[in-house]
């Protein structure tokens, strides 16, 4: 594997991004501190030198921008498996966070560069909370995420879950490139749901509505039932769960 090692950078993500175009599909760029750890909608990512595991992982699918979405489920699947695989039962809540005992110890940041509606490049960002401890996160913070080491009262060997997470990575995402095949993936993204049969929130850009997630579909999309009995599938937004 073609994998870039840095102590400290500003975001894996941006270092992905500056060698994407010079380097092959599954090239990963991994640092054991970010200084500018980028999360979703502009949000900062928390990435404390020597805790977590932040990396990103180079890929060139020959496909238009629309199947990026089915990049990121790929992703939690194969985090939420490396999981299982060293004991910790781990929930998706669709379509970019891991969830282990009710809060978050991972999330997904996918980027892409796309020319005449076919991706170039993606960047596809995970960070997780491996051995941070609930000192390390912001008032703010605490109530929401944790780190697996918070969560099972000891450290947890950084290399074994990360050689884990690539290799199921890799298991899910040769089918999806070569035969457009994530059915292992939707039936992982089922099994693993921490949304399935919830009542939920959703945010797509300015528009919020509520309703109950009930399945997810062979696209990946969550399809949901709306409090006025329509029923839609989604592609996707921020899914929160109420109450
Ligand atoms: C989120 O849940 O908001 C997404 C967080 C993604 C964080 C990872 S850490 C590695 C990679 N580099 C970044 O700057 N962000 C992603």
């Not at 400290?8 to 060698?19: F, H, M």
């Not at 089915?70 to 498996?81: D, P």
Request: charged residues 30%; negative net charge.
């Amino acid at each position: 594997r073609n994998i870039y090692y840095f102590d400290t950078v500003d975001s894996t993500n941006i270092k992905a991004k500056e060698l994407a175009m010079e380097v092959e599909e599954g090239t990963v760029v991994i640092a054991e501190e970010q200084t500018k750890g980028k999360g979703r909608l502009g949000r900062d990512w928390l990435s404390p030198k020597g805790k977590g595991i932040w990396m990103s992982i180079v890929l060139k699918p020959q496909l238009p921008p629309s199947e990026v979405a089915k990049l990121t489920l790929i992703g939690a699947a194969a985090v939420s498996k490396a999981l299982e695989e060293i004991g910790i039962e781990s929930y998706i809540k669709w379509p970019n966070d891991i969830i282990v005992q009710g809060k978050k110890i991972c999330g997904i940041l996918t980027e892409m560069s796309c020319e005449l509606n076919m991706i170039n490049y993606v960047i596809m960002g995970i960070g997780i909370n491996v051995n941070l401890e609930n000192k390390d996160f912001s008032k703010e913070l605490v109530d929401k995420a944790t780190s697996l080491k918070e969560i099972i009262g000891h450290s947890v060997d950084r290399k074994k879950l990360l050689g884990a997470i690539l290799n199921h990575f890799e298991d899910l995402y040769i089918p999806f490139k070569n035969a457009g095949d994530i059915s292992k993936v939707i039936n992982i993204s089922k099994e693993k749901s921490i949304l399935i049969g919830k009542k939920i929130r959703i945010i797509q850009g300015e528009t919020e509505r509520t309703g109950k997630a009930l399945d997810i579909d062979e696209e990946g999309r969550l399809i949901v039932e709306y409090e006025d009995g329509t029923v839609d599938s989604i592609f996707s937004g921020e899914v929160s769960i109420r109450g």
